[in-house]
């Protein structure tokens, strides 16, 4: 245990000594864009810093966020609940825009016979993933609220993978519920055509923070601000591919105090 010990502490150590960046990406965010498409990302970013960048895609939510945990990213578009849990770690210092918002609702998503949630009892539940605030723990903390326990109501419940996923899965009579963000539905419309003719969103959840950019808090002064101004122009100069990817094109500045709302949603389901 201790040599095991010994080789991570020396991995860490390798890690700050070297002379690339490391960018995180989730692997829910890779349903929407080839790695090709992402590893550009980080080759613009190569550029614009003069210093190459790795591209890191991780294999579900758990490795992400012990590799966070741990600093090995320099920077990372990060969701926003798994920020509160790093954020000794990271400062999110961009988010996105969606719809000129600094701020996003999730969706309870239903086939256009089902009028009101009663109607899902013994049903199935279908939402991206256990770390997903607008897809899992935001609409279990609402069906908390209203009495309703997830693990007793539905019949059953997958973990699909992606927001895309949970809604195919709806469409395709697997599932009666699925919660995804708001809204996902307009970014499957090639594969779906009647999407919006066959679904509804039966209700909204309350207003969560945009997932953003977060950058390891070691990385202070002129660095930091080159590396902002550098994923700046960078989003700016694929606008389409953000829009894709992110849901968005569009960035502002962020703090940690946008983020406090999460604190309370995670004490309070226990996920």
Known sequence: MRFLKFLFLNFLISCQMRDYYVLGVFPSQKEIATYDELEKIAED?????????????GNNYEDMENKLKVGFFDFAFVPSLVYVEVSDKYEMVLKFLRNNKGFYRGQFVVL?????INQLKNKNWAFPDKKSTSGYLLPKYMLLKMG??????????????????AVELLIRGNVQLATTFEDVRER????FPDIFEKTKILFYTDSIPNDGFAIN???????????????????KNNSDLFYRFLGSKEVIPASDSDYKILWDIKNKIGE
């Open 45 to 57: 970013l190569s550029k614009e810093l003069k210093r190459p960048v790795k591209l890191y895609i």
């Open 112 to 116: 256009k016979d089902i009028d009101s």
């Open 148 to 165: 309703i326990n997830p693990d007793t109501f539905f019949n059953y419940q997958y973990e699909a993978g992606s927001h895309d996923k």
């Open 188 to 191: 499957m419309k090639d594969k």
């Open 217 to 235: 808090r070691k990385i202070k002064g002129i660095e930091r601000e080159k590396i902002i101004e550098s994923i700046k122009k960078v989003i």
